[in-house]
């Protein structure tokens, strides 16, 4: 199979079920899902397997994840079977207070940095909030899913928390905005 098709040749793509023009809202979704996807294995070259086992397991997991939402949103059957269930969101809620366990308390705003992997992970955050406005626009105008936007919302918080842990246990230090005050208590 040769990897160039030419159909897209004239600005369409193909979806599950139908063709669309490739600045779709569909495709620009799944676009950046896999955009976001490509940071994902970015960070995980960045990370040392000893030191962040648990978190290059989790990244595997949500890479997987990320195809499945990628495949949700680019199907337009009419009988829709999607692939990205609850326990997903689930799953990363409980990566979220795992990682929060081992944290200093936050009380300011932080300045996305640290270490390189931490940088990667805070690049696959801001990401993921472009990837959930997407999806959110989307929903106004197309049936999405509703559990791929939840997905995607506490995705970005899973990665937040991940690059604070990746940054405190190589001990770097998380740079605080210091123009704010205190703003968690």
Do not use: W
Request: aromatic letters at 8%; one cysteine or more.
């Amino acid at each position: 199979m040769k990897i160039y098709t030419k159909t897209g040749d004239q600005g369409k793509t193909s979806l599950i079920g139908g063709r669309v023009s490739k600045d779709h809202l569909r495709v620009e979704a799944y676009g950046t899902i896999d955009e976001l996807n490509s940071f994902i294995g970015k960070a995980a070259t960045e990370l040392e397997p000893n030191t962040f086992q648990d978190i290059l397991a989790d990244l595997e997991k949500i890479q997987h994840e990320l195809f499945d939402c990628g495949t949700d949103l680019a199907n337009v059957m009419k009988e829709r079977k999607y692939k990205l269930q609850e326990a997903s969101v689930e799953a990363l809620e409980k990566r979220i207070d795992a990682l929060s366990e081992e944290l200093p308390p936050l009380k300011r705003f932080i300045l996305p940095g640290g270490s390189p992997a931490a940088a990667t992970l805070h690049i696959a955050r801001t990401i993921t909030r472009r990837a959930e406005r997407q999806v959110v626009k989307m929903m106004n105008e197309e049936e999405v899913p509703g559990v791929i936007q939840k997905y995607l919302n506490r995705l970005s918080d899973y990665f937040f928390v991940a690059a604070r842990a990746v940054n405190f246990r190589l001990n770097v230090k998380d740079v605080e905005y210091i123009r704010g005050g205190d703003v968690f208590r």
